[in-house]
């Protein structure tokens, strides 16, 4: 069972940044593609930043591109959004995924970001 603790979220102005991490514990780190996801208000949650086990291979929704970099330490378990130029359309709950070689998805309890203009 892998756990997911995230952690970095906060209140920001307009143009400023933040820094999520994303803590795993209970699992092969190593093995699993890891995502960021996002949910606004009243609105369905979405992919946000993904990258492959080895960190090679990103991925981002196109309104976060150039603004947005993802990351991951294998050997300490932890992915990373850095998150610059934040707008408030980025205002939302912030969720690290993880997706095992096998399909099976893992949920952290997310973290709030708040971008005040």
């Known amino acids: 069972q892998v756990q997911l603790v995230e952690s970095g979220g906060g209140l920001v102005q307009a143009g400023g940044s933040l820094r999520l991490s994303c803590v795993a514990s209970?699992?092969?780190?190593?093995?699993?593609?890891m995502n960021w996801f996002r949910q606004a208000p009243g609105k369905e949650r979405k992919f946000v930043a993904g990258i492959n086990w080895s960190g090679i291979s990103t991925s981002y929704i196109d309104s976060v591109k150039g603004r947005f970099n993802i990351s991951r330490d294998n050997d300490k378990m932890t992915l990373y959004l850095q998150m610059n130029s934040l707008k408030p359309e980025d205002t939302a709950v912030y969720y690290c995924?993880?997706?095992?070689?096998?399909?099976?998805?893992?949920w952290g309890q997310g973290t709030q970001v708040t971008v005040s203009s």
């Open positions: 995924n993880a997706e095992n070689p096998i399909g099976r998805d893992y």
């Open positions: 209970g699992g092969t780190f190593s093995r699993y593609g």
